[in-house]
């Protein structure tokens, strides 16, 4: 199994532009997440989605968007880049909401100039 | 102990001896608690979970802590090895409010 993947493994985009970030899980969990981690704080869950054509805002959603057409896949969609979107974002799936067993991908650095 | 802000707590260990991590929680209606290891680097790492029924659960080395009375959450883990040294932050969830609160992370440095 490779786990949960995530691309770009790095990315710098300019204020107003647009980008998906890709994850995907091979292990038919059926909870997946989206977090960001800043400095000095801990993680901060942006979205999350319980199972196929299923998602929900988390704690801080605003200037993201995802969807979940496969149990497999669940990317995030950065509407029009902000610097305060510079990040480091994890990607995260489970087979329960109480996030047992949880795995995260390797991340994507994104700094937005 | 965990706390927000730009510098994480540190705790430096002799390799071989017992680390003892702690975390302050917040809602007392929190239904689990997980430990959480992240490598430089790297994406954080499920290391065990405890329901909140319960107070103390066993892993592999490690043991977790819960004391509700005092709202507190502890990793121990048996002869640290270097392979130990990370940052280990603690989580709250509560599935009935739908809250996941992660916590900064106290950062472990194993002497060899």
């Known amino acids: 199994n490779a786990g949960v993947t995530q691309t770009p493994k790095f990315q710098v985009l300019k204020t107003g532009q647009s980008m998906t970030l890709q994850c995907a899980q091979d292990?038919?969990?059926?909870?997946m997440s989206w977090y960001r981690q800043d400095p000095g704080m801990g993680l901060r869950l942006i979205h999350y989605?319980?199972?196929?054509?299923?998602?929900d805002q988390g704690e801080v959603p605003n200037g993201y968007n995802v969807s979940r057409s496969t149990t497999e896949d669940f990317p995030l969609r950065l509407l029009s880049a902000a610097p305060s979107q510079t990040s480091v974002y994890f990607c995260?799936?489970?087979?329960?909401?109480?996030?047992?067993?949880?795995?995260f991908g390797p991340g994507t650095r994104l700094t937005v100039t | 102990g965990e706390s927000v802000g730009l510098h994480l707590p540190t705790l430096s260990v002799q390799e071989g001896d017992n680390s003892i991590i702690n975390c302050a929680y917040s809602?007392?209606?929190?239904?689990?608690f997980i430990w959480y290891k992240q490598e430089s680097g790297k994406g954080p790492q499920f290391i065990i979970d405890?329901?909140?029924?319960?107070d103390k659960r066993q892993g592999q080395r490690v043991t977790v802590l819960l004391n509700k009375t005092v709202k507190h959450l502890s990793l121990q883990i048996a002869a640290t090895q270097p392979g130990d040294s990370a940052v280990y932050f603690c989580?709250?969830?509560?599935?009935?409010?739908?809250?996941?609160?992660f916590g900064t992370g106290t950062s472990l440095t194993v002497i060899p």
């Open positions: 995260a799936s489970s087979y329960d909401r109480a996030l047992r067993g949880q795995y």
């Open positions: 292990m038919n969990h059926e909870y």
């Open positions: 989605s319980v199972g196929a054509g299923i998602t």
């Open positions: 809602n007392s209606a929190s239904d689990y």
């Open positions: 405890i329901r909140s029924n319960m």
């Open positions: 989580a709250e969830i509560s599935l009935t409010g739908n809250q996941f609160y």
